[in-house]
């Protein structure tokens, strides 16, 4: 790790995650996978944003604010795991979310409710330009004396990626401690910045890992643009090269429908992930990552000495809201 001015962090995660082997998926497809449970960072603080959460409420705490704003669909995993950080750390949570207030409050959204977040809706918000919607939000603090922090969509940016920096670190870690190096590791891509951070990590910590991803939202092209715009802003505000752009490896192909949007196999492959390892995926991001490493698999993209480490990154509350759709008996 070259010598960089890492910030500081607040310490919300229960770090490091566990690593360990799927048994019967890797007997089922010839390849050795194992998952690391980011799920497992928390409860009501769960999944892979609280990593990056902890180094931007300490940036926010660090200036003063005593409120953050921050914004996602309705069912964001990010916005719940911010309002319970922020309540954590005596912030009071601010959300923006698109589209209309639903008439029942489900999953993320009610956690959100029980925790009194302040909720604005934005019909036509666009989260990578969301100016106006949050000079709202602004506003309404301003009026309530409150000092206001804005947190970047899924808390991806230069700051954010510090927190999967650390995941990348733990992998190391683990690599070192058990012997096991993971020639591949696999995230869902979102906003990102795990991605982002896991990449950079693999360089700074010298992971001898393939980091690939798989977007559930948008195209391969923007989300690959994203995640190099995320890593040149942290190359410049911590004077540091990572070099890594060249390396980006985002596969496209498994958004289905659009965000959120599932398909029968997709929730198929959910319930058989529940029966045989007794984990729960979700249906927006891990779920449909999941999705794509097997269907990789299937298609003769990894070999049988593979050593895969899948990345559990949450969502768990997610599920809830599809719940109809899934064969429960
Ligand atoms: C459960 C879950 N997994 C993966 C992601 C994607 O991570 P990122 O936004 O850092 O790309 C998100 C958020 O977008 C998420 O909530």
Redesign the pocket.
Known sequence: MPNIAVPHKTDLARLPTPIYSLARFSRKLGVNIFVKRD?MTGVELS???IR?LEYHLADAIKQGKNAVITF?GIQ???CRATVYAARKLGLMPILIHSGEEPEIAEGNYFLNKLAKAKTFFAPDVDFFNPKSAIKEAEQWAVHKGLKTAVIP????DAI?LWG?IGCAQEIMDYTNEKGTVFNKVI???????????LLAGSKLYGLDSEII?FN?LGTAEF?KDLVSKQLSDFEEKFSVQVGCKDDINIIDGYVGAGYGETWPELLALIEEVAVEEGIIL?P???GK?FYALVDQIKKGQFSEGDNVLFLH???IF?VFPHREKFIVE
């Not at 969509?153 to 991806?156: E, I, K, V, Y």
């Open positions: 799920d999944g892979n944003k990056k996602g964001s995993n990010h969509l899924g808390a991806s954010g999967y995230c869902a891509v979102g906003s990102g910045g795990t991605y982002g951070g991803g559930v989300l979700d927006v991001y891990t990552a990154t949450g969502g997610g």
